[in-house]
């Protein structure tokens, strides 16, 4: 059984930084393709950057290129998402996902594909 845990999230100011954590148990990174999402109420979850952790590769949404990274810490089986220069738009509960199929370059973007979530992490840019 897969799970994953958030943390990291919280009030920062426009401009600021934060760096999300997702420490996944039952399976290795490895292993997985994951991702991050976020979602505002009254709106669908949102692609944020999607990770081929076999492949090698990783996909980022055009809204957060440039400022968004990620990264891992494979003793920890833990994924990070390091988010700079936040913005009011930013503001979100950020979710990690994690699917055990391997997902096609196009399908790495949509909810469907992933079959474990985290119970999210708020994330609230404001001054």
């Known amino acids: 059984q897969v799970q994953l845990v958030e943390s990291g999230g919280g009030l920062v100011q426009p401009g600021g930084s934060l760096r999300l954590s997702c420490v996944v148990s039952?399976?290795?990174?490895?292993?997985?393709?994951m991702a991050w999402f976020r979602q505002t109420p009254g709106k669908e979850r949102e692609f944020v950057v999607g990770?081929?952790?076999?492949?090698?590769?990783?996909y980022t949404a055009d809204s957060v290129k440039g400022r968004f990274t990620v990264s891992r810490d494979n003793g920890l089986n833990t994924a990070y998402l390091q988010m700079n220069s936040l913005k009011a738009e930013d503001t979100a509960n950020y979710y990690c996902?994690?699917?055990?199929?391997?997902?096609?370059?196009?399908?790495?973007?949509?909810?469907?594909?992933?079959?474990?979530w985290g119970q999210g992490t708020q994330v609230t840019v404001s001054s």
């Open positions: 039952g399976r290795t990174l490895r292993s997985l393709a």
């Open positions: 990770m081929r952790w076999s492949r090698g590769d990783t």
């Open positions: 996902a994690a699917t055990t199929g391997s997902p096609i370059t196009s399908s790495v973007r949509y909810v469907s594909t992933y079959e474990h």
